[in-house]
Nanobody, 120 residues
Framework: VQLQASGGGLVQAGGSLRLSCAAS????????MGWYRQAPGKQRELVAS???????NYADSVKGRFTISRDNARYTVYLQMNNLKPEDTAVYLC???????????????WGQGTLVTVSS
C-alpha cells in the first residue's frame, strides 16, 4: 500500500491550498484517513481525521479554516486549507488505516509528506 500526497506549496498568509492524498495497492477497505503535520522543532500533531462513515475530528487550531473530506471510491482524502497562517507552516503527512484483504485487521500507512509554507 502506498500513499501519495500532493498539493503543498508556498502561499501568503490568508491564502488557500488544497492537499490530496491517494492510496493505492492492495486495498480491501480503508477506515480512518487523516492529516498530521510537523513543524521544525515541534512534535507531530493531528490536523484532521475522517472515518469511512464521515465522522470528522479537527485540531482546535484549524477549526473553521480547514475542511477534510474523502472519496471512498478513489481511496483519496483531501484537506482544504483556507485563511492560512504562518503558524500553519509544516510538513503535512497523510495517513490511512488500511485492510488489504477482507477480514484482515487495519494497519496504519503513511504518505511521504508535502511541505506547506505560509509567508507573512
Amino acid at each position: 500500500v502506498q500513499l501519495q500526497a500532493s498539493g503543498g506549496g508556498l502561499v501568503q498568509a490568508g491564502g488557500s491550498l488544497r492537499l490530496s492524498c491517494a492510496a493505492s495497492g492492495i486495498i480491501s477497505s480503508i477506515n480512518i484517513m487523516g492529516w498530521y503535520r510537523q513543524a521544525p522543532g515541534k512534535q507531530r500533531e493531528l490536523v484532521a481525521s475522517i472515518t469511512r462513515g464521515g465522522s470528522i475530528n479537527y485540531a482546535d487550531s484549524v477549526k473553521g479554516r480547514f475542511t477534510i473530506s474523502r472519496d471512498n471510491a478513489r481511496y483519496t482524502v483531501y484537506l482544504q486549507m483556507n485563511n492560512l497562517k504562518p503558524e500553519d507552516t509544516a510538513v503535512y503527512l497523510c495517513t490511512a488505516d488500511v485492510a488489504m484483504f477482507s477480514g484482515n485487521a487495519y494497519r496504519p500507512y503513511w504518505g511521504q509528506g508535502t511541505l506547506v509554507t505560509v509567508s507573512s
